[in-house]
């Protein structure tokens, strides 16, 4: 099973700032099969990004995805107040479809 | 308009059984491999099963396997989670989530989720 690590577990920023997420995984993932979402209190997750780097439909540009081994990255250039929330990657090259611990965003 | 629409969940005593459902709608769900995903409130994501398009293919997390049972109508656009043996663990909102025509896809649509309680 291929486990996620996600840090930080908790990062407080200021609308405006930029936020960086990382995800580690315990063994190699391909780019093409690790995708991020984001889930909001009361909500069911949202995909953002897949295979890394593409956003997915209606995902504003603010959010990027990127690759260096086995450490993903989802950046968020400038934080609007919608976008804190909790962060969680996710490989989905096989079963199990794991998932990170998540990264709760949080205002400062 | 995509849509998956779970229902099914509610308080069920340790050792009992419910099942889960979940209508599609807004696509050729006959196309689709679909996840069921769940989440304790407060925690994080867990991976549950998934089925493929034609319901062949099937896998289950350790956590829930020989317990759990997957399938799906696609006749009538629903996708079912039958859950026997019921344990306190297994409390969480369960999700149904779309995937894509390919084993490996993201999750690209979910549902709000239906609570399920196991408590006696």
């Known amino acids: 099973e291929i486990v996620l690590t996600q840090s930080p577990g908790t990062l407080s920023l200021s609308p405006g700032e930029r936020a960086t997420l990382s995800c580690r995984a315990s063994?190699?993932?391909?780019?093409?099969?690790l995708a991020w979402y984001q889930q909001k209190p009361g909500q069911a997750p949202r995909l953002l990004i897949y295979?890394?780097?593409s956003r997915a439909t209606g995902i504003p540009d603010r959010f990027s995805g990127s690759e260096s081994g086995t450490d993903f990255t989802l950046t968020i250039s400038r934080l609007e107040p919608e976008d804190f929330a909790v962060y969680y990657c996710?490989?989905?090259?096989?079963?199990?479809?794991?998932f990170g611990q998540g990264t709760k965003l949080e205002i400062k | 308009e995509v849509q998956v629409v779970e229902s099914g969940g509610g308080l069920v005593q340790p050792g009992g059984s419910l099942r889960l459902s979940c209508a599609a709608s807004?696509?050729?769900?006959?196309?689709?491999?679909i996840h069921w995903v769940r989440q304790v409130p407060g925690e994080g994501l867990v991976w549950v099963s998934r089925?493929?398009?034609?319901?062949?293919?099937?896998d289950y997390a350790d956590s829930v396997k020989g317990r759990f049972t997957i399938s799906r109508d696609n006749a009538k656009n629903t996708l079912y989670l039958q859950m026997n043996c019921l344990r306190a663990e297994d409390t969480a909102m369960y999700y149904c989530?779309?995937?894509?025509?390919?084993?490996?896809?993201?999750?690209?649509?979910w549902g709000q989720g239906t609570l399920l309680t196991v408590s006696s």
């Open positions: 989530a779309r995937g894509g025509q390919y084993s490996n896809s993201p999750f690209d649509y």
């Open positions: 807004g696509f050729t769900f006959s196309n689709y491999w």
């Open positions: 089925i493929n398009s034609d319901g062949s293919s099937i």
């Open positions: 063994q190699s993932v391909s780019s093409n099969y």
């Open positions: 295979g890394a780097s």
């Open positions: 996710q490989q989905f090259g096989g079963s199990p479809y794991t």
